[in-house]
Structures are given as C-alpha cells and as structure tokens.
C-alpha cells in the first residue's frame, strides 16, 4: 500500500494535467469492452442500454466546487454516470457490463446540466460494444432540452415523466376501478395514450400510463386511490408494447441500488482540497468499483 504521502502526490500529478483526467475517463469503458469482448467469445453484444443517472455524493468538507445540498443537508458534489448493460437486464446481464462514462460535477450543479453531450458520448462508447444501443432515464432527464436532440439522433428511450395538472387530466379517466371485487393479488396496467407534446417539446413522443393498484402487504387492503406514473419513450409502438417498455424501464431499479453503493465507495474518499484531485479519485473509484456485476 502507498503512503499518503505518495498517494497525494499521485493524485496531484494526475490532477495538473487534463489529459491525464479524459486518459482515465476512456479507460472505464475500454475496461468495459475489454471484459464484454473477454466473456462473449469477442463479440459484440447484441443490444445494449445505457444507463444515465446522476447521484450526490457527500464531500469531506469545504473542498472546492462542493456545494450544500438542501435535499440531503449535506455539502456535495454531483457526478453523472452511465452505465452498460447488455440485453438491458441489470440482473442478469453478462460479465463484462460497467460504467463506461462519467463526470464529477460541482455540487450546485442540477441533474440535467451537460446531459445532451454526456448522453451522446456514453451512446457512442456503447455502440463499440453493442449492435443496438438504447438509453433509459428517470424523470430528471425527460426534458424537451434532452429529448429532442436524442430524437434528432435516432437514439430510442424510455424515461419516466414528472406529473402536471394536464398529465393529471389524462390519467383521470384510466383511474376508476371496475365493479365488482378486485383480484386478490391486485392489478397493473400499461395503457397507451398516443403521442403527447409539451410546449417546450419539439418533437411529440409516446406517452404511458401505468396503474398500480396493490393490497397493503400488511393489513391486505387497497389503498384509497390507486398510483400511477408516465412514462414517455421514442419507442414505436411496434418495437416494443407498453407492458414490454414497463418492464424494461423498471430494470432501472438495480442500477439505481448499484449507484447507491458506488456513491458511498466513493464518499468516502473524496478528501482532497481541490476538485481536480477529487475529480481523479471520482474516475479511479469507477475503475475499482467492481461489486454487483460492475466489472469483472
């Protein structure tokens, strides 16, 4: 193990240099690829998505570019990440999927900032890796601003959509429950609504309905009102169906565990006083990070 010393200096000199920053930042996906290649007889996948998020992730102190969060009460940076996952399926996805890209941001920075070319540069590292490459968001990321340009590249996604009093509207009519007594178990429904465009939008896109009607798990009764959520995809309807595309978004929920471990690995070490030291250790914490399938 390197002294501390020696560790600093390391991250120093990795640091002055911006070469040396993007060097590391190519590396999380040739690391990627090399292992995909490596466990599917160098082959490429046959479609892959990836994944965009963004986390924050507790600074050490007053180091510089953190910010105070006034969500978590903490000060933070706020990186974005993006992750490969062949077949789409987090679960069970190959030996070889990982982060292939991703950028330590200053801890003010809003989720969507930067997202168009973060998105584009993770899609094109992804297609080295995959013939098909689609993208999946949460609801930070479903902006006219982001979509339209992915729109514009051909690039298909699915993302889920921030409620408003017109979207409100719409669900309204798919949220009366159907005489008679409901199935025990409940029901879940992905229902089409057609194409939707808010006035910020270029471009129309295709927008979903999903109704969660559960039994409390404990006491076995349906809650007063059944939950509902969008979701908005530049998916054509023969591609993939609502149901199809609601069970290929929720795979998110994996990622987004996965992210949650890799931000405390990461918090954990970003002691440095400036952000260009933090920013290598960000990019060397992506490398190691190696838990849950990330990597090899």
Known sequence: MASQPTQSRLLGFLGRSKSNREALRLAAADWTERHLRASGKDRAAGRATIEIDSMPVTARGLQEGSACNGHCKKRVYHPIVAGFVPGGDCANSRVGEGIVHGILRQGSTRSEAGSVRFIRNAVRKGSSMAK???????????????????????????????????????????????????????????????????????????????????????????????????????WKRQERNAEELLEHYRQRGTFEDRLGELSQAIAANLSSPTFKENEVTFLLSLLAFKRCGFGA
């Open 132 to 234: 098909a490459v689609d993208v999946r968001f949460d609801a930070a990321f479903t902006l006219g601003a982001i979509m339209d340009p992915l729109t514009d590249d051909g690039t298909r996604f699915v993302g889920r959509l921030r409620d408003n009093a017109r979207l409100k509207r719409l669900a309204r009519l798919h949220l009366n429950r159907a005489p008679g007594r409901p199935p025990k178990e409940g029901y879940e429904k992905a229902i089409e609504l057609g194409d939707h465009r808010a006035e910020s939008w270029r471009h129309p896109q295709r927008l979903i309905l999903v109704v969660v009607d559960r039994p409390h798990p404990k006491t076995g009764q349906l809650e007063l009102f059944p939950y509902s959520f969008f979701l908005v995809t530049s």
